[in-house]
């Protein structure tokens, strides 16, 4: 699986967007990228997965560049209940062995 | 839709002992996984079992160890535990690629 390099820590205001920033450069063609929260001491969360195209849902949007070495989570209104560790993790999904890095730590600010 | 159950979700063994965690995956997916993190390690992938067979293994020792049943369910044994084990183990189940996993809450484990 292609490593992954996030920003250690990002602050972001209540009500506005979050962008959170993945590296992926050695990613290859048949690799998806995955998007994670975790909040403490609870479980992982999934977010949001895409291979090329840029994806919604209702928790987030996920912009993949058309080179696919970069990918930028957003979470368009940002709440407290969002203070957590993004993961960001490139894999081929056919081994469903997830390898989560450091993250990024996002806390929203009142 | 029930999300992952997992069973303890708190335990607390001596060094020495044996345990044995359980993991009930949302209906309808075939693929679990087992994970253990700790604070100095992070998440790190233990095994993932699909229709009964182990597809996947981490690097851990031998003392770790699953299984999964016919209905899905799984389970991870950790034999002669030692202090070092004391971790949050997640499990997390999905459909098969390329969907994502969903975790359960975990079963802390504290050797003592």
């Known amino acids: 699986d292609a490593k992954t390099t996030q920003p250690t820590s990002m602050d972001c205001a209540e009500g506005r967007a979050a962008n959170l920033p993945c590296n992926h450069s050695?990613?290859?063609?048949?690799?998806?990228v995955y998007w994670y929260r975790q909040i403490h001491s609870q479980g992982p969360q999934y977010i949001i997965h895409?291979?090329?195209n840029n994806e919604t849902n209702e928790m987030a949007s996920l912009i993949i560049t058309e080179d696919r070495k970069s990918s930028t989570l957003i979470l368009p209104h940002a709440t407290l209940r969002d203070t957590a560790v993004y993961y960001c993790?490139?894999?081929?999904?056919?081994?469903?062995?997830?390898?989560f890095g450091s993250g990024t730590q996002l806390t929203v600010l009142p | 839709k029930a999300g992952v159950t997992q069973t303890p979700r708190y335990l607390i063994k001596t060094r020495g002992q044996q345990v044995t965690l359980s993991c009930s995956p949302i209906?309808?997916?075939?693929?679990v996984s087992w994970y253990q993190q700790t604070p100095g390690q992070g998440l790190q992938f233990l095994f993932e079992?699909?229709?009964?067979?182990?597809?996947n293994k981490g690097n851990f020792p031998g003392r770790f160890s699953g299984r999964q049943f016919s209905n899905s369910r799984s389970e991870m044994n950790v034999s002669t535990l030692e202090l070092g084990d004391s971790a949050l183990y997640l499990c997390?189940?999905?459909?098969?690629?390329?969907?994502?996993?969903?975790f359960g809450q975990g079963t802390r484990l504290t050797v003592v």
């Open positions: 895409g291979l090329k």
């Open positions: 993790i490139v894999n081929s999904g056919s081994a469903r062995q997830l390898t």
């Open positions: 079992y699909f229709s009964e067979t182990q597809r």
């Open positions: 997390a189940s999905s459909l098969d690629r390329p969907f994502g996993a969903f």
């Open positions: 209906s309808g997916h075939r693929s």
């Open positions: 050695t990613i290859s063609g048949n690799e998806y």
